[in-house]
């Protein structure tokens, strides 16, 4: 008896729902990460995951690998910590959620502080520099090696390292032009 000959069809892409499976440790590291960072106390990391499993899975983009997987969970994962931040404080304020002022001293050490004025320049870069932003999120974010990244955005390791230094200044400009509007 012979064997079947192997076939020719390529591997079938897991579907976004089995990834969050097989990640699911790394997604509850990443959400317990994000809820220090973002002082996010009131919920666990596996709240976090759940909250943002829908929106992972109602995700257009299948990711190219693991990597890009965690990437993009990682954004969404933000995203919804930051909407459930703003859900927060506008019921604190009774419903004013816009009094939240930064400093007015130009540095960028309140952009650290303010999770949504970070979320709301990396929304701005990738609207305006897409690859740029791609990289960082890949190497900041889910720490993937120059390599990598330049292996899954199909350019050079030199261009992805001019795209990090980039997107890094990019960043700290507008830090200090006082964040996002």
């Not at 892409?13 to 440790?25: F, I, S, W």
């Not at 959620?97 to 870069?125: F, W």
């Not at 305006?128 to 990289?135: F, L, M, V, W």
Request: proline share 7%; net charge positive.
């Amino acid at each position: 008896m012979d064997a079947p000959p192997p076939s020719s069809q390529p591997e079938p892409t897991p579907h976004l729902g089995e990834l969050v499976a097989r990640y699911y440790d790394e997604l509850r590291a990443i959400a317990a990460s994000k809820r220090l960072r973002m002082n996010f106390r009131e919920s666990s990391p596996t709240s976090i995951v759940a909250g943002s499993a829908v929106r992972i899975l109602d995700q257009r983009t299948m990711p190219q690998g693991k990597e890009h997987f965690l990437a993009i969970a990682t954004t969404i994962m933000s995203r919804y910590v930051l909407d459930e931040l703003r859900k927060r404080r506008a019921a604190k304020r009774n419903g004013n959620a816009g009094e939240y002022r930064p400093r007015d001293d130009g540095s960028a050490a309140h952009v650290r502080e303010d999770p949504e004025s970070i979320m709301n320049a990396l929304s701005t870069l990738s609207e305006i520099y897409p690859r740029q932003a791609e990289a960082l999120s890949l190497h900041a974010v889910c720490d993937v090696p120059a390599q990598q990244i330049a292996q899954l955005l199909g350019v050079s390791v030199p261009t992805v390292e001019r795209d990090l230094r980039f997107a890094r200044a990019w960043l700290l400009g507008r830090a200090a032009q006082g964040g996002v509007t």
